[in-house]
């Protein structure tokens, strides 16, 4: 069982960044992949980025390539989601997600514990 409570979120300005972190209780996080999502209103939820076990292989999005970076600290328990130059259609709830695996993946499928949301809103 991993339990995930995700901080870090919310309102700023077109351009400005922001540091979301996803606290993990469990003692298998270090061996799971992890990944964000994010949900806007209205649409459905979407992969944004994802970090293997170890963090030796990454995977984005590509709406947000360039300008969001994940990374986890094992030793902490958390996954970090860095994301500069934010853009009014990076507004959404942003979840985190533990894998299944060792293994990046971009279907959401493939995760099995969700934290509750952060609300991120970028205004123009």
């Known amino acids: 069982q991993v339990q995930l409570v995700e901080s870090g979120g919310g309102l700023v300005q077109a351009g400005a960044s922001l540091r979301l972190s996803c606290a993990a209780s469990?003692?298998?996080?270090?061996?799971?992949?992890m990944g964000w999502f994010r949900q806007a209103p209205g649409k459905e939820r979407e992969f944004v980025a994802a970090i293997s076990w170890r963090g030796g292989s990454i995977y984005y999005a590509d709406s947000v390539k360039g300008r969001f970076t994940i990374s986890r600290d094992n030793a902490k328990n958390t996954v970090y989601l860095q994301m500069n130059n934010l853009k009014p259609e990076d507004t959404a709830v942003y979840y985190c997600?533990?894998?299944?695996?060792?293994?990046?993946?971009?279907?959401?499928?493939?995760?099995?514990?969700w934290g509750q949301g952060t609300q991120v809103t970028v205004s123009s």
């Open positions: 469990g003692r298998s996080f270090s061996s799971r992949a």
């Open positions: 997600a533990a894998g299944r695996g060792l293994s990046v993946a971009g279907d959401a499928r493939q995760y099995d514990y």
